[in-house]
C-alpha cells in the first residue's frame, strides 16, 4: 500500500447506521476478477436515489466518509474498502466498525478512524451543517482534526499499523522474515492434523 | 497443539490460540503470528489474491492445507449449460486455472464433493476440534462449531495466508453466550440465534470470540451448532466457538479426512482437553434462559431487527435509542411494513430454503417433514438449495426431493443461491422471502428484495400458509 501520513480534505456525512458490506458494494460487482475499478459501485443501490448525500455538488471530492455506528458490518468482501478507496476515500470515522472490515482497510490503505459516539454526533452535524468544513486526520500523532468545528481527538491505532500506515509497507514482506518460525512452527504439528491432500 | 499446561485457567479459545502462535507479539503492538491449520477458498475472494501471489512471486506455501471450492457464483439450475453471465464464467474458470497452477485440491461446479464452503469442510471432516480454519468469508465462523477458532478475512488476508499459511492477528476478547435449560417445542437453533442477535446487537459481539456455552446448546446436534456459530458475525463477534463433545466426536468419526486408528484416539485425547478450564473468566458474559425464547423472524434490514413469530413489526417511535428508532425506521419504509403489524398477518412471495446456515441433511429432514403431503400455496415460489452435492445426494436417496417436488417446491442443486443475490436466484423489487439464510440486508436477495429470516421450519410452513405461520399451525 501507498504510505499514509497526514490526510486533509472535507468530509461526506453518511447518517445511518449499521452500513453493511453489501450496501458499500453490492454483490453484482463481486464476480469482477481486478482489484480495481470498483469506485462506480460504491453504494450502487443507494446512488440511484438523486438525493443520496453521495450524490450532493456540496460534497464532492472529499475524502474522508463520516458514517453512523457499525460500519462496515456483515460479508468479509475487501472490495467494499476497495470501492471507498477507488471513490477517492482516504478515511472513514466511525464509533464501530465491523471487524473483518476495519482489518481489510488496514491492508489496502483505507484509515478506520474510530470515535466515541458523542464526537462522531459532533462531527456529523458539522459536516452537515458546513460542507466545506475541513479535516485533517494525522496518522503520526493520531489525531482527527477539525478547527472550526472545535473538535481535536486522539484515536486508537496500534504502534504496529501506524508504522505501516506511515511507511506504506507490505505485510506478507513482514511476516516472509519470519520463514524459520513458521517451518519450526509446522514441525511441532501432530501426524494426525488433517491436509486436504 | 502439544502445549504445556498452564497455571491461567484458560477458556476453549484461548487454548486453540496459544497453541497456533508462531511468534508472539512483542514489540509494541505487534500481533501474534498465528498459524492456520486449514484455509477454505472459493470464486469469489480469492483471484485478487493470486492475482498479487503471481506478480511478486510468491508461492502457495502450503497447498495440502488448502482446499477450493465453488459455491457464491455458480447457478443451481442447469449445470450442464454454459454460464449464461460471461463474467461470472471468467471468474470460475479464474479459480480452475488458479487452482492449477498452484496445486490446490478444488472441488468444481458439477463435482460430487461441491458445495458451499461451509457445508463441504464438515462433511469431509476437515473441520476439526482445535484447530485454526480462515476463508474469505465471513461465515467461516461456521466452523467453530466443532471447537475450532475460524473466522472470514478479506483477500489481501487470503493472499497472506497463500504466501505464509500465517495470519498476523490481533488477541481478540472472550465473551461467553450461555443458554440454560430446554429449548421449548418447536424452537431451533436458528431461533436460538436470532434470539441472541436480537438481544446483543449487530456489534454486540464486536472484538470478541463468543463461546457458546449451557445445556441447551450441548444438547443441539452438530447441525444446530453450525446454524449457531454461523451467524455469530452477525452479533459483529470475530468468531463463534462451541465446546467439542462426544456429539462432536461421532459427527467427525469416519469421515473421510477424519483421523483413522491410533490417530484418532490420539486426536480425541487432545480434543478432550479443549474445552474452556472450569473456573476460567471471559470478558464478557451473557446468560439467556433457554425456556424463555420462541420461533423467530425477522422484520428490518439487519440480523438484530427480529420479533418472536407470536409478535408484531416494533414501533420505530417507542424506541429508546434515537439510532435504532431512526434504523427501524428505514427499514419498515425499505420493507414495505407497518408498526403494530402481527408477524403472522405478513404474507410472502417466496420461500427460500438453503444457505451455509441452514441446508444440511437435518434442516432439509425437519423443512421436508413440515411439507410432506402438503400443497405449497397458491402463486408463491419455493425453492430448496441444498448445502452441498453430497447432501443433495443423500436427501434424494431418502426420497426428500419427492417430498419436496411434489408439495410444489423447486428442488436444485448446491451453491450459496438465494442467500446473497450474486447469481442466477434472485428476488426481484418488492419481492418478500421468507429465507433460512443469514442476512436480512437492503437488496441482499436482490436489488429491492425484501428479506425475512426464519428457521426450516418456520420456513415451510410458511410456503404452505403463505404467511408466516408455525408447524403446528400450517394448512
Same mark, same amino acid.
Given at each position: ?27 453484482? #460487482? ?15 443501490? #443507494?446512488?440511484? +436515489? ?32 476497495? &470501492? ?74 496500534? +504502534? ?38 | ?11 476453549? =479459545? ?17 500481533? +501474534? ?12 475472494? =480469492? ?167 449451557? =445445556?441447551?446448546?450441548?444438547?443441539? =446436534? ?40 491410533? &490417530? ?212
Amino acid at each position: 500500500m501507498e504510505p499514509v501520513r497526514t490526510i486533509t480534505t472535507t468530509a461526506v456525512p453518511l447518517d445511518r447506521s449499521d452500513v453493511d458490506t453489501d450496501q458499500i458494494i453490492p454483490s453484482v #460487482w463481486l464476480k469482477r476478477v481486478e482489484r480495481t475499478g470498483f469506485g462506480d459501485g460504491l453504494f450502487s443501490q #443507494w446512488r440511484a +436515489d438523486p438525493d443520496f448525500v453521495l450524490n450532493r455538488p456540496e460534497h464532492a471530492g472529499a475524502g474522508i466518509l463520516v458514517a453512523g455506528p457499525n460500519f462496515g458490518t456483515g460479508s468479509s468482501r475487501e472490495h467494499a474498502v476497495w &470501492a471507498l478507496l477507488d471513490y477517492g476515500f482516504r478515511a472513514v470515522v466511525s464509533p464501530r466498525f465491523g471487524d473483518i472490515f476495519a482489518t481489510n482497510c488496514t491492508k489496502a490503505g483505507l484509515l478506520p478512524v474510530v470515535v466515541d459516539q458523542e464526537v462522531a454526533d459532533r462531527l456529523m452535524r458539522a459536516v452537515e451543517a458546513e460542507p466545506g468544513l475541513a479535516l485533517t486526520v494525522d496518522v503520526d500523532h493520531r489525531t482527527l482534526v477539525a478547527p472550526a468545528a472545535g473538535i481535536d481527538v486522539g484515536f486508537p491505532l496500534d +504502534d504496529f499499523t501506524r508504522w505501516r500506515f506511515l511507511e506504506g509497507l507490505d505485510d506478507i514482506g513482514l511476516t516472509l522474515r519470519h520463514t524459520d518460525a513458521i517451518g519450526a512452527f509446522e514441525s511441532g504439528r501432530p501426524a494426525w492434523a488433517p491436509t486436504t491432500a | 497443539m502439544g502445549r504445556q499446561p498452564e497455571q491461567r485457567r484458560q477458556t476453549l =479459545s484461548e487454548k486453540v490460540w496459544d497453541s497456533h502462535v508462531v511468534r508472539a507479539g512483542g514489540r509494541s503492538g505487534e500481533p +501474534d503470528l498465528l498459524y492456520i491449520d486449514l484455509h477454505l477458498v472459493h470464486e469469489v475472494t =480469492s483471484p485478487q489474491a493470486f492475482d498479487a501471489l503471481r506478480l511478486t512471486g510468491r508461492t502457495v506455501r502450503r497447498p495440502d492445507l488448502t482446499l477450493a471450492t465453488a459455491d457464491h457464483n455458480v447457478p443451481t439450475l442447469g449445470l450442464d449449460l454454459p454460464l449464461a453471465d460471461p463474467v461470472s464464467a471468467r471468474q470460475l474458470e479464474a479459480l480452475r486455472a488458479n487452482c492449477e497452477e498452484f496445486g490446490i485440491r478444488l472441488y468444481p461446479m458439477g463435482h460430487a464433493n461441491q458445495g458451499i464452503v461451509h457445508i463441504i469442510g464438515p462433511e469431509q471432516g476437515l473441520t476439526q476440534p482445535g484447530t485454526t480454519i480462515v476463508c474469505g468469508d465471513s461465515h467461516t465462523s461456521t466452523h467453530g462449531a466443532f471447537g475450532s477458532l475460524a473466522f472470514g478475512i478479506g483477500t489481501s488476508e487470503v493472499e497472506h495466508v497463500l504466501a505464509t499459511q500465517t495470519l498476523p492477528q490481533r488477541r481478540p476478547g472472550t465473551m461467553a453466550v450461555t443458554i440454560e435449560g430446554d429449548l421449548p417445542a418447536g424452537v431451533t437453533a436458528k431461533d436460538v440465534i436470532l434470539a441472541v442477535i436480537g438481544r446483543i446487537g449487530t456489534g454486540g459481539g464486536a472484538g470478541h470470540v463468543v463461546e457458546y456455552r449451557g =445445556s441447551a446448546i450441548r444438547s443441539l =446436534s452438530m447441525e444446530g451448532r453450525m446454524t449457531i456459530c454461523n451467524m455469530s458475525i452477525e452479533a459483529g463477534a470475530r468468531a463463534g466457538m462451541i465446546a467439542p463433545d462426544d456429539t462432536t466426536f461421532a459427527y467427525l468419526e469416519g469421515r473421510a479426512h477424519a483421523p483413522a486408528g491410533k &490417530a484418532w484416539e490420539e486426536a480425541l485425547d487432545h480434543w478432550r482437553s479443549l474445552p474452556a478450564d472450569d473456573g476460567a473468566t471471559f470478558d464478557r458474559e451473557v446468560a439467556i434462559d433457554a425456556a424463555g425464547l420462541s420461533p423467530h423472524v425477522s422484520w428490518g434490514t439487519n440480523p438484530s431487527q427480529v420479533a418472536p413469530l407470536d409478535g408484531a413489526v416494533p414501533d420505530p417511535d417507542r424506541l429508546d435509542d434515537p439510532a435504532q428508532a431512526e434504523a427501524a425506521r428505514r427499514a419498515l419504509t425499505y420493507m414495505g411494513l407497518r408498526a403494530g403489524t402481527a408477524i403472522r398477518d405478513i404474507a410472502v412471495d417466496t420461500v427460500f430454503i438453503g444457505s451455509c446456515t441452514n441446508s444440511r441433511m437435518e434442516d432439509l429432514r425437519a423443512a421436508a417433514a413440515v411439507v410432506a403431503g402438503r400443497k405449497v400455496h397458491d402463486g408463491l415460489r419455493a425453492m430448496v438449495v441444498p448445502g452441498s452435492m453430497r447432501v443433495k445426494a443423500q436427501a434424494e436417496e431418502e426420497g426428500l426431493d419427492r417430498v419436496f417436488v411434489d408439495a410444489g417446491f423447486e428442488w436444485r442443486s448446491a451453491g450459496c443461491s438465494m442467500c446473497l443475490g450474486m447469481n442466477p436466484d434472485q428476488l426481484s423489487p418488492g419481492e418478500r422471502c421468507a429465507s433460512t439464510s443469514n442476512r436480512n440486508f437492503e437488496g441482499r436477495q436482490g436489488p429491492g428484495g425484501r428479506t425475512h429470516l426464519v428457521s426450516p421450519e418456520v420456513a415451510a410452513a410458511t410456503a404452505l400458509a403463505g404467511r408466516f405461520t408455525s408447524p403446528e399451525e400450517r394448512p
